[in-house]
C-alpha cells in the first residue's frame, strides 16, 4: 500500500485498571499468536505491572501465579495499614521483586515505560531507567489505597490519576503503529461482582446505537413510572432527604434510596470513584492522543479488587484482541 511503512514499530500500550489488568495477559497471547510482537511496552498502574513483567519474558510465569490467586490469598498480600494509604502493598511487590531480581528497565528484553503521577503537582512521570521494581511501586501506588512512593525526591502516585492509557509515551520512543489496551470502556455501565465476565459474542460494528431516550423511558416503565420508588412528595418526605426541583416544572420532590439500598462502604465508595475517574481521563487523553488500534475488553462486571478472577479477565482479553484482529492486520498492512 502506497505511503505505508513495511515494519512499522509496534507500540503496545497496557492501561491502568487494577485487578482487571489481567485481561492484558489475554491480550497479549492472542497478539503473540497472530504473529504480532511489540518493539517498545508501556504501561500505567497495572499495566505498568503487567508490561514489566511481559518484557522481562516472564508472563508464563505471571499467568500461573495468577491462575492460583484466591480471595484469601489476594486479602494477605495487599497488606492492610492505615499510614499513606489503606494498603501498604509491600507482600505483593516482594513477589515481583523475587522475579525481577533487582533488575534495571534497561536490562529489560525490550524498551519499557511505566507512567506515575507527581502527587505534589499532578505531573506526568516516565519512568525509564532505575530499577524495575520501584518504577512498577510508583505507578500502581493508587492513592488512598496504596502507600505513595518517595523517587527522585517527589511522591509518586498511580499513573492513572494523569494518562490511564499512556499513548504519548509509546509515540514519545518512537512507535509510529501503537495498539493500546483499555480496560476501563464499559466499568459504570453496570455491576456484577460475582458472575461471569461476558465475552463473545460482539455486536458488529454497524449494530443500531441505542437511544438515550428511549433507554430512559424504558427504565421508567419498568419502575412503574419516572423513578417512582425513588421520589416522595415533598409532604411525605423522610428524614434527612434532600429536595430538588421537578424537571417537568412541578412541585419540588423528595429523592431517596430505596428501602433496601445500604450506604456504599469506604472501599466500594473509593473503588467506583476511581472507576469514575479512569473513565472519564482516558476519553479525554485518548480523544488528544488517539492509538492506531484501540482495544477495549469488557470488564465491566469485574471489581478493581477482583485479583481473584484471572480466567475470565484473561480470556476477555484475548477475546477482545481477536475482535480487533483484522483491523489490526489491516493497520500493519500484513495478511
Known amino acids: 500500500m502506497a505511503g505505508?511503512?513495511?515494519?512499522?514499530?509496534?507500540?503496545?500500550?497496557?492501561?491502568?485498571?487494577?485487578?482487571?489488568g489481567w485481561a492484558h495477559i489475554g491480550a497479549i497471547r492472542a497478539l503473540e499468536e497472530a504473529g504480532i510482537r511489540p518493539d517498545v511496552v508501556c504501561g500505567t498502574s497495572i499495566g505498568a505491572l503487567v508490561g514489566a513483567v511481559y518484557a522481562n519474558g516472564d508472563l508464563d510465569w505471571l499467568e500461573d501465579w495468577v491462575g492460583r490467586l484466591t480471595w484469601q490469598t489476594v486479602v494477605r498480600l495487599l497488606d492492610l495499614r492505615f499510614s499513606g494509604g489503606l494498603l501498604g502493598g509491600r507482600k505483593v511487590i516482594e513477589v515481583f521483586a523475587n522475579?525481577?531480581?533487582?533488575?534495571?528497565?534497561?536490562?529489560?528484553?525490550?524498551?519499557?515505560?511505566?507512567?506515575?503521577?507527581?502527587?505534589?503537582?499532578?505531573?506526568?512521570?516516565w519512568l525509564q531507567d532505575g530499577g524495575v521494581v520501584d518504577a512498577v511501586r510508583a505507578s500502581i501506588a493508587i492513592p488512598g489505597i496504596f502507600t505513595p512512593i518517595w523517587h527522585d525526591g517527589v511522591w509518586l502516585v498511580d499513573g492513572g490519576l494523569s494518562n490511564p492509557v499512556p499513548v504519548s509515551a509509546a509515540r514519545a520512543m518512537r512507535a509510529n503503529c501503537v495498539i493500546a489496551i483499555d480496560l476501563n470502556h464499559d466499568?459504570?455501565?453496570?455491576?456484577?461482582?460475582?458472575?461471569a465476565?461476558?465475552?463473545?459474542?460482539?455486536?458488529?460494528?454497524?449494530?443500531?446505537?441505542?437511544?438515550?431516550?428511549?433507554?430512559?423511558?424504558?427504565?421508567?416503565?419498568?419502575?412503574?413510572?419516572?423513578?417512582?420508588?425513588?421520589?416522595?412528595?415533598?409532604?411525605?418526605?423522610?428524614?434527612?432527604?434532600?429536595?430538588?426541583?421537578?424537571?417537568?416544572?412541578?412541585?419540588?420532590?423528595?429523592?431517596?434510596?430505596?428501602?433496601?439500598?445500604?450506604?456504599?462502604?469506604?472501599?466500594?465508595?473509593?473503588?467506583?470513584?476511581?472507576?469514575?475517574?479512569?473513565?472519564?481521563?482516558?476519553?479525554?487523553?485518548?480523544a488528544g492522543e488517539p492509538a492506531d488500534i484501540l482495544i477495549q475488553p469488557r470488564l465491566g462486571g469485574m471489581g478493581i479488587f477482583d485479583f481473584h478472577r484471572a480466567a475470565p479477565a484473561i480470556a476477555e482479553g484475548r477475546a477482545a484482541v481477536q475482535y480487533m484482529l483484522p483491523a489490526i492486520r489491516a493497520q500493519l498492512g500484513i495478511a
Open 4 to 20: 505505508r511503512r513495511r515494519n512499522p514499530r509496534i507500540g503496545l500500550v497496557l492501561g491502568g485498571g487494577a485487578a482487571r
Open 99 to 125: 522475579q525481577f531480581n533487582g533488575r534495571d528497565i534497561g536490562e529489560l528484553r525490550m524498551p519499557f515505560t511505566a507512567v506515575a503521577t507527581e502527587l505534589d503537582t499532578g505531573r506526568e512521570v
Open 187 to 195: 466499568i459504570l455501565n453496570g455491576r456484577d461482582l460475582g458472575g
Open 197 to 286: 465476565i461476558d465475552t463473545l459474542p460482539r455486536e458488529p460494528a454497524d449494530a443500531p446505537v441505542v437511544d438515550p431516550a428511549a433507554a430512559a423511558a424504558a427504565a421508567g416503565r419498568r419502575f412503574g413510572g419516572p423513578f417512582r420508588r425513588w421520589r416522595q412528595a415533598a409532604d411525605g418526605d423522610a428524614a434527612g432527604v434532600s429536595g430538588v426541583a421537578d424537571p417537568a416544572g412541578g412541585a419540588d420532590v423528595r429523592v431517596a434510596p430505596p428501602p433496601s439500598a445500604r450506604v456504599p462502604s469506604m472501599l466500594s465508595a473509593i473503588a467506583q470513584s476511581i472507576d469514575i475517574m479512569q473513565v472519564r481521563i482516558t476519553r479525554s487523553r485518548l
